[in-house]
């Protein structure tokens, strides 16, 4: 079953965030369609109209960034199988959703459209930009966790971008830009060596990491 088709699934698609509540610093729950379940919005102005109405006692609406919550927060609140309901607006409507399994379905489409975006500002600027440790002329490379050895090269489509991450993720590094072909050639590279690369990080140093053959499959240079 896919939940393309819904009228959710495209909000978060494009805007990359939704919101819930939490009391005393545990998502609340609440009975909508004969079930106790967690409820996440789309809009802020919606949750807010729908727990004010209903009574529901929170203390903080939290807005939750897609990528940030499928990193850190999916894997320890919600176990495979588990509902949410998405958009109520009363006691006995909404979307209930999967919630790992519309994260996963969300995630391979948003990793699908960062590449082709990636790709094309990359064609139309011939220009890639990387972190480097200072004196050196490469980008660096990256590990998914500390046990891990290093092998993810991140890579930005435009400068500020990189520059947001720098700041508040790697302020030992420098910003470094290649040409579009070079950074063709490291692909080939990291294609060879079995290694990833990550589009357009955000900070937290979340966001899409691919092989790095689904690029060079883009590329048109």
């Known amino acids: ?8 699934y495209e909000d ?24 106790e379940v967690v409820c996440l919005w789309t809009g802020k ?10 009574g529901v006692e929170y203390d903080r609406l939290h807005q939750m960034d897609i990528d940030r919550f499928v990193t850190y927060e999916l894997d320890e609140v919600f176990d495979e199988g588990d509902e949410v309901l998405v958009n109520p607006s009363g006691p006995s409507d909404g979307e209930l959703i999967d919630v790992v399994k519309v994260t996963s379905e969300l995630m391979s489409d948003l990793d699908n459209i ?3 975006e990636f790709v094309r500002v ?29 092998n993810i090269m991140p890579v930005w489509s435009l400068k500020k971008r990189a520059e947001a991450v720098r700041q508040e993720d790697f302020e030992e590094c420098e910003i470094i830009e290649v040409e579009g072909e070079v950074f063709g050639e490291w692909l080939d590279e990291l294609r060879d060596d079995d290694n990833a690369v990550a589009i357009d990080l955000k900070t937290g140093v ?14 048109t240079f």
């Open 1 to 8: 079953m896919s939940y393309r088709n819904y009228a959710f």
């Open 114 to 116: 960062r590449v082709k």
């Open 206 to 219: 979340v966001g899409t990491v691919v092989p790095a053959q689904k690029v060079a499959n883009e590329l």
């Open 122 to 150: 990359v064609a139309k600027e011939d220009a890639v930009y990387g972190l480097s440790k200072k004196g050196q002329n490469q980008f660096i490379m990256i590990s998914d966790g500390e046990e891990e050895k290093p």
């Open 12 to 35: 978060i698609l494009v805007n990359e965030i939704f919101f819930i509540a939490t009391h005393n610093k545990k998502l609340v729950r609440h009975g909508v369609l004969g079930k």
């Open 45 to 54: 102005k919606e949750a807010e109209a729908f727990l004010k109405k209903e």
